[in-house]
């Protein structure tokens, strides 16, 4: 299924599994390199760092570190350290709670959301740029078996 792939290969794919999942793994990585290239010559982010602004744009309070860990779209390890690099560029600030001392929010800051507002017209551009060849049928038809695969994923190992 799959001839950018097949017509390089000298034997076929082990699963329609493996099939699939190298043309996931292949379609991520074409959408997410164009898009990194992008945020790091355009406002000198990672895709790690947009991550977590606009998770921050999207709440009306600040989360802790861990809070935004369980919403990004890729599971990053060091949230702190990509928080502390966003708080040095003044996008993001820290605000330690009055009733427990121990807890740290991380709010963004009116520079990060200036910086989010100036990549919005992008942002709503990249999709149709990169998908826009597909029929509207198709796009639901993509999202309804993405959607699919997420929802009953397996393990591994």
């Given amino acids: 299924m ?17 099939e699939a999942l190298i043309g996931l793994r292949m379609a991520a990585a ?22 977590v602004l ?6 009306s309070e600040g989360l802790t570190c861990g809070e935004i860990g369980e919403r990004t779209i890729a599971r990053d390890p060091d949230i702190t350290r990509l928080v502390d690099r966003l708080a040095k560029r003044g996008l993001v600030k820290r605000i330690r709670s009055q009733t427990d001392r121990r807890v740290v929010q991380v709010e963004i800051t009116r520079k990060g959301r200036d910086l ?24 639901q038809q993509l999202s309804g078996l993405l959607s699919e695969a997420l929802d009953g ?3 591994f190992p």
């Fill in 2 to 18: 799959l001839p950018n792939v097949t017509a390089h290969q000298n034997r076929a794919f082990s699963s329609r599994e493996e």
């Fill in 30 to 51: 074409r959408v997410i390199a164009p898009w990194a290239q992008f945020l790091k010559t355009t406002a000198d982010l990672s895709t790690s760092q947009y991550n």
């Fill in 54 to 59: 606009r998770i921050l744009r999207g709440t």
């Fill in 116 to 139: 989010l507002d100036e990549l919005d017209p992008d942002v709503q551009r990249m999709p149709r740029a990169l998908l826009g060849h597909l029929s509207q049928t198709q796009l």
């Fill in 153 to 155: 994923m397996g393990t």
